[in-house]
């Protein structure tokens, strides 16, 4: 009997396992985010594994741009921060908010450019251009 149990909480753990599985890889995953400075810009760069869907909008207290990134994930159960070096943004963020969306957020009072290209380390790549000049990478 008890032997049947185990079994059973096997198979059981086995197919809550698999599951998971399956639905990761039907997500974008975002393995990297890396940025660079620019003449009064930062280029922010998140590399995923796939093409992805965002929503932009932005908040006050304090003003920032938040991008809603829709089926991903990322690896990590906390909160990810790093502040940034630069007139044209004070810090990012970046989070799981459910099992399908992560949440970036940039505080600036500047203007954002969001967009997408394919290619890259990954597969896919998003920009997120902060700052009113376009961007020129420093020496």
Request: no cysteine; aromatic share 8%; net charge neutral.
């Amino acid at each position: 009997m008890v032997k049947k149990i185990l079994l059973s909480l096997l198979v059981f753990m086995f197919m809550i396992s698999t599951g998971e599985a399956a639905n990761l890889a039907n997500r974008a995953e975002i393995q990297s985010i890396r940025y660079d400075y620019g003449a009064g810009t930062v280029r922010i760069i998140l590399d995923l594994t796939k093409k992805i869907d965002y929503q932009e909008t932005s908040a006050e207290n304090p003003s920032r741009s938040v991008i809603y990134i829709k089926n991903a994930w990322i690896d990590s159960d906390d909160e990810i921060e790093e502040k940034l070096e630069s007139t044209a943004a004070k810090r990012m963020t970046i989070r799981q908010v459910n099992q399908n969306t992560v949440v970036f957020t940039v505080e600036t009072m500047a203007a954002i450019h969001v967009f997408g290209r394919e290619g890259g380390p990954s597969g896919y790549r998003l920009f997120i251009d902060v700052g009113n000049a376009p961007f020129q990478k420093t020496v």
